[in-house]
């Protein structure tokens, strides 16, 4: 028992005599110094300091070259990636529209050709007129030569090649050779040059048809007719084609964004993670922080 009182008294002084060191003695010094006693120490231990799974600039380039507005989506850009998307639908669908019209048109002018123009009318006009058109060009060409121009009595077939010889050795304003049937040059010649003039139907074989540079006989009707078709269809071919320039570039800007955008998404926005620690009196209190960093 003597030994126990001892322990108290000596624990009763040295708490005593730590108390005394604490506190001051003064009222409101010694309130304060016993709030702190009990209040909330706060702390924070970091957990981790790293930046958002990072786009790759590379990939979000690709991504658009392929589909345009898809690096877009890819880097957060969800307003370019619609902007992006629209342009190329709309381009596409200009593209597909006029080259449908395109094609419709060039069956139009096509059967406009077989039923107004005829290639044995060209050639007996040219082998009918040529002391004409000696007269006129200046050449030296001989009717018998070229017997074999057709291949019937009727003369409603034309041998080519000696169609194509006669052409060469006129000269003159029968400047080419008539493309065979059925080819692209063949449509595009006969409602393009004048020399071929002489092959629709509204055209006056017992006339003579003049096309120097000093003297030029208008051509028919129904050539300037077919020619307007002509324009026509290459005019919806032209938007065509321009649409698919427009394809193409959409494809390439979108992927140059679409490197940028990742690019700055990956120095704009950074991620911190941490778990604070509050402690109120002798309880100790932990909870996780986030902080995110955007730069503008």
């Known amino acids: ?33 016993s709030l702190n006693l009990l209040t909330a120490n706060n702390d924070s231990i970091a957990l981790q300091a790293t930046t958002i799974s990072k786009k790759s600039p590379f990939l979000a380039g690709l991504f658009s070259f ?43 002018f096509e059967n406009y050709a077989h039923a107004h123009w005829d290639v044995a009318k060209y050639a007996r006009w040219t082998l009918d007129n040529i002391e004409h058109l000696n007269s006129k060009i200046g050449s030296n060409v001989i009717p018998e030569d070229y017997k074999n121009l057709f291949l019937n009595a009727e003369r409603t077939k034309v ?27 063949y449509y595009e010649m006969i409602g393009k040059y004048p020399q071929f003039n002489p092959g629709w139907d509204d055209f ?4 003579l048809y003049t096309y120097t540079n000093s003297e030029r006989t208008p051509v028919t009707a129904n050539f300037d007719y077919y020619s307007g078709l002509r324009g026509k269809a290459n005019d919806y071919y032209n938007i065509a084609s321009k649409a698919v320039v427009v394809v193409i570039v959409n494809h390439v800007i979108s992927a140059i964004d679409a490197a940028w955008t990742a690019s700055r998404y990956n120095k704009n926005i950074s991620l911190n993670t941490s778990l604070e620690k509050t402690q109120i009196g002798f309880y100790t209190e932990y909870y996780p922080q986030i902080n995110m960093k955007i730069n503008f």
């Not at 307003?79 to 060039?106: H, N, P, R, S, W």
């Not at 006669?166 to 692209?184: A, C, K, M, T, V």
Request: net charge negative.
């Open 1 to 33: 028992m003597k030994i126990f009182g001892i322990v108290i008294l000596l624990s009763s002084l040295c708490l005593a005599q730590n108390t005394e060191q604490m506190f001051s003695g003064n009222l409101f010094a010694d309130k304060q110094i």
């Open 66 to 108: 392929i589909l345009p507005g898809a690096g877009e989506f890819y880097s957060g850009s969800y307003l370019k990636t619609a902007l992006f998307l629209a342009a190329e639908a709309a381009a596409i669908t200009v593209g597909l529209t006029y080259d449908k019209k395109g094609d419709d048109q060039t069956k139009v």
């Open 159 to 185: 041998n080519w090649e000696v169609l194509h010889k006669l052409e060469n050795d006129i000269g003159g304003w029968y400047s080419h050779r008539l493309e065979y049937f059925g080819e692209q040059q």
């Open 204 to 207: 006056d074989e017992s006339s």
